[in-house]
């Protein structure tokens, strides 16, 4: 049995790092570091598979494994390095990967310019979050949340007639042309050309077992669909209706998956902007046990009089393989959850974590503010119940252009790096992306400005469990004794009861029953506190020296 020189030991406890307030916090008197960045290192060969178009989502595991998108499709890569270092992480030499796990029809074997196909994901296909859970009849499988798009498409200058040019199939009367930039979308530098822009937000999903490597394959069991616009795609006159949904999150919570997005709302003047039509964000959910059947995403909606509603999303009817069949049929009514005045702000992403040991969640939404000069913000807003949402309660960050802003589609990450969607909400991340296709990701730290000692903050309870660690009280030379019930990786730290980290250990465990020496001669007599953590769950022990 190896020895571990390094401090802790005594009784089992449960802790929470959370303010135990029984109110919402007040983050005005948090730190907010500034912004740090992670970059990421791969061979020549895969080195564009490691981009960063928007904020790597994970799915923990043994290793967390990264979802990485380039730019139209997306890979994965598996780490035990988190994005919390401030170092570059290198795939080379701590990581597995890449595999490819979504692409876009226009870059597929199969693609025919001529020829209508796979029309959600025709020009982009890539995924922007995840949920992993047990299926009652696939079982433990991965789920991600595909940001599509169908749009006119450029590669290179659109006046050159070698360049490669992808038509949309949805708007069809809205050809390209080389002369009109705001009918295509590409050149250089590279502009969104609206006119001719549709999107969609689709669902994948690929069982998390031994046989896929832990979900490490291609998300080949897809969805297609599953929301769709209240305003439709275009009129039955063949005139664009919306630019349609964009940028997913998700969350799992009470056996519901929660996937939010923008809805782009009336595309300029062509249509009357209707109740429940609105731009802004949008949330649908499903009940984890159908989550794998399209039909069973509703949308939230709250009707003039308050009654609130979940309603399915696609149309009667709406498959896959039929979607242009459906782009003059409108989607269900869905209600603005951030409740924004029309022309005031421009929503841009929005995304959402548990409080650890908490009955409250916390939203951080990217926006660009009219109502102040156009500036482009950060903001944090809470919900005790998912879809009523308070107005913002803190802006982390603004800026007066994109490029400043420097988290662009921001989401969360656990101070530990292991969940983008459970926080201590005394210590976590918000992180996010520089304009553009990068090989880096920018966090912002935010922590709790507390005078309360870290024993408290840890919140002992003895559970009478006093033969984890033997001998205690001790001389120095102990033993601890702990379980792993899943592959897991595991951080032991040792602190003083003052909060000072005197030591670290890492390892990655299968599960099962394990024993640990320690040595602590060489510090002080005294308490100490001994902190086992697995993924974002903490056993601590409290160890006596003498």
Not at 114 to 130: C, E, F, M, N, V
């Amino acid at each position: 049995m190896k020895q571990i020189t390094l401090v802790f030991v005594a009784w089992f406890c449960t802790c929470s790092l959370t303010a135990q307030t029984g109110q919402l916090p007040d983050l005005h008197s948090f730190t907010v570091d500034e912004v740090t960045s992670v970059t990421f290192e791969a061979r020549a060969r895969d080195k564009g598979k490691a981009k960063t178009e928007v904020p790597p989502w994970i799915i923990p595991g043994g290793w967390k494994s990264y979802l990485f998108v380039d730019g139209s499709g997306s890979y994965i890569w598996s780490s035990p390095s988190p994005l919390t270092t401030n170092r570059s992480i290198n795939f080379r030499q701590e990581g597995v990967g890449p595999y490819n796990v979504s692409k876009s029809y226009i870059n597929s074997e199969a693609y025919h310019n001529l020829k209508p196909g796979y029309d959600w994901k025709r020009t982009y296909h890539a995924i922007y979050s995840a949920a992993s859970f047990h299926h009652p009849n696939e079982g433990k499988v991965s789920l991600g949340f595909l940001h599509g798009e169908n749009k006119n498409y450029v590669s290179g200058e659109a006046k050159n007639p070698m360049s490669k040019k992808y038509p949309n199939t949805i708007q069809k009367n809205c050809p390209i042309d080389p002369f009109d930039h705001t009918t295509y979308s590409g050149g250089s530098p590279y502009i969104e050309g609206w006119k001719a822009y549709n999107g969609i937000i689709s669902a994948a999903w690929v069982p998390n077992n031994e046989a896929t490597n832990w979900g490490q394959q291609f998300f080949s069991n897809e969805l297609g669909p599953i929301v769709w616009p209240a305003n439709a795609y275009v009129t039955t006159q063949g005139v664009k209706a919306t630019c349609g949904l964009r940028h997913p999150s998700s969350i799992v919570h009470n056996n519901y998956v929660y996937v939010y997005y923008v809805e782009s709302g009336a595309y300029a003047d062509n249509i009357p902007d209707e109740e429940g039509c609105h731009e802004g964000i949008k949330v649908a959910r499903a009940p984890l046990n159908d989550a794998l059947n399209p039909l069973s995403y509703e949308v939230y909606y709250k009707a003039p009089d308050g009654e609130e509603s979940w309603n399915r999303s696609l149309p009667v009817g709406f498959t896959k393989e039929r979607m242009l069949d459906f782009i003059t049929v409108k989607g269900a009514k869905a209600t603005d959850i951030m409740g924004d005045t029309k022309n005031e702000a421009q929503e841009i992403r929005f995304s959402v974590a548990k409080v650890e040991h908490e009955n409250y969640f916390i939203g951080v939404e990217e926006f660009i503010d009219y109502s102040d000069k156009k500036l482009w913000k950060i903001a944090i807003r809470f919900s005790v119940d998912l879809v009523n949402w308070t107005d913002r309660r803190f802006i982390v960050r603004s800026a007066p252009k994109w490029d400043e802003i420097r988290v662009n589609y921001p989401i969360f990450l656990s101070s530990d790096g292991w969940s983008n969607t459970e926080i201590d909400i005394n210590d976590f991340y918000i992180i996010g992306t520089d304009p553009g296709v990068n090989n880096s990701v920018n966090k912002i730290h935010l922590t709790a400005n507390t005078t309360k000692d870290f024993a408290s903050r840890l919140m002992l309870q003895s559970l009478g469990l006093q033969h984890s660690v033997l001998p205690n009280p001790n001389a120095g030379l102990f033993t601890l004794n702990y379980y792993i019930d899943s592959l897991s990786a595991v951080e032991i730290t040792m602190h003083s009861m003052q909060g000072h980290q005197v030591g670290m250990w890492r390892s990655e465990k299968k599960p099962g029953k394990y024993q640990e020496e320690f040595n602590i001669s060489r510090y002080p007599a005294g308490i100490y506190l001994l902190a086992v953590r697995t993924r974002n769950r903490y056993n601590v022990y409290q160890v006596l020296k003498r």
